[in-house]
């Protein structure tokens, strides 16, 4: 039988994706964007969701005052952090660089600008993940 780490960091992976999916197609009324099943920023987070679930599931079935629960603790932390900090900054920026070269008519390609998350886009997929992470533990036990 699989891990249930790694289910439960498949399944919240999964459902963060699919989320972004049907919260993009409600809101815009379509359903042809199916490229949101795999790009990065926009609600839910995840990151977010995935590394939460596994948290849950490292602090249910060993406890929190484990070595592996700590490292999933600062990993968990960095990887939000960056989401939200990082590749939102970044993201922005490349917004910003593509509006120049549209701007100017330059020849340069246009770059990819990656999204990051805003902080409630994080929380939400943190939210998603604890949910995962118990029903994992739970099915699992």
Known sequence: MLSPYIIAVIIAWLVAQGGKYLVIAVKQRRFDHIRQLYLSGNMPSAHGASVTAVVTV???????????????ILF????????????????????AIQQLIKEQKSQIPMPRAAKG???????????????????????TK
Request: glycine share 14%.
């Open 76 to 95: 968990a932390a960095i990887v939000m952090y960056d989401a939200i900090m990082v590749r939102r900054s970044s993201g922005e920026q490349g917004v």
């Open 58 to 72: 490292i602090a249910l079935r060993d406890g929190i005052d484990s070595g592996l629960f700590g490292l999933a």
């Open 117 to 139: 998350h805003t902080p409630v886009e994080v929380a939400v997929g943190a939210l998603l993940g604890l949910i995962i992470g118990v029903v994992v533990f739970l099915a």
